[in-house]
């Protein structure tokens, strides 16, 4: 996926973030750190260009929420949270950049609730590529792309890699666990 069609399909999934018809001044959009902040900030741009309003958004890392990252993280590389408003009775959409085995989203959702009760949370993601290890689903996906365990969804972002791209790579060997 080029940048062309990534930014098709953030507006797809902004359209569709719209057609559900929340009321705009109850919903917010938080970003799953890292690319997730970056495609929630796109798709709230988007909404507030068909909108008419300003949401707003949010910055949430999971690492310390994680169930694995005493064994995956040596040394756990914690990034910011940065949710300044209040989610109690929000609508949060979470937006996150590839769903796998649902670990990181379970994490995401034990660390928005130790910021409050939202009304509702629901997932947006630019990349569904299945094997879920746990029942989580996404309400709005960009593409659903059947892939391997031993296969990776990267994306690429400008504001980190100078550049928007997707791309399925195979993993190195001594890579894989």
Not at 5 to 30: F, G, K, N, Y
Not at 57 to 81: C, E, K, M, N, S
Not at 159 to 169: N, P, Q, R, V, Y
Request: one cysteine or more.
């Amino acid at each position: 996926m080029d940048g062309h069609a990534l930014d098709l399909t953030l507006t797809r999934i902004a359209h569709q973030i719209l057609e559900r018809r929340m009321p705009l001044d109850t919903m917010c959009i938080v970003g799953m750190q890292t690319r997730g902040v970056y495609l929630a900030r796109r798709i709230a741009a988007k909404i507030n260009a068909l909108g008419g309003m300003t949401l707003k958004t949010g910055v949430l890392d999971t690492t310390l929420y994680r169930d694995d990252y005493r064994i995956a993280f040596r040394q756990p590389q914690v990034r910011v949270t940065d949710i300044p408003f209040d989610i109690n009775g929000k609508n949060v959409v979470l937006v996150d950049d590839v769903l796998f085995t649902g670990r990181t989203v379970r994490a995401a959702l034990d660390a928005l609730m130790d910021h409050g009760r939202p009304r509702t949370i629901q997932l947006a993601v630019l990349v569904d590529r299945g094997h879920r290890e746990l029942p989580i689903r996404a309400d709005y996906v960009g593409e659903q792309i059947t892939t391997s365990p031993v296969q990776e969804v990267a994306l690429k972002v400008s504001e980190i890699d100078g550049e928007d791209s997707l791309w399925l790579t195979e993993i190195e060997e001594g890579d894989a666990g």
